[in-house]
């Protein structure tokens, strides 16, 4: 009984940690484009060639009705602060570039603009 009380603890002890470390991977993906929501949270909007444009936590949606489309940012368009959890990445150039959920931007100015890299 002893030991069955040992094993048991060393299970459940075992299975915590495993619990625990499941819990801190934390993946961003960009949602698929054409999805399409009801309600966009807090979204900034960008106007771009006459469109308006929702971005929200390094999403952009396009409105349609009173519903909201998942697309992909237009190349071009700008924007004043970057998404946090950004990537800084150097290209072999030396260019110094920004990446969030697959989407790249590069300092103009005061604000960003979304590249094809």
Known sequence: MKN???VLIVFLMLGGMSFATAQRKVVK???KHGIVVAKVHKPKIVVHNKVNFHFADGVWYK??????????????IRIRHLP????????RNGRKVY???GIWYKKKGRGYVVVNV
């Not at 409105?63 to 071009?76: E, T």
């Open 4 to 6: 069955f009380k040992i």
């Open 99 to 101: 990446k969030y959920k």
């Open 29 to 31: 993906v960009y949602p």
């Open 63 to 76: 409105p349609r009705g009173k519903r909201f489309v998942v697309c992909a940012a237009p190349v071009g």
């Open 84 to 91: 946090r959890g950004n990537k800084v990445v150097k290209l």
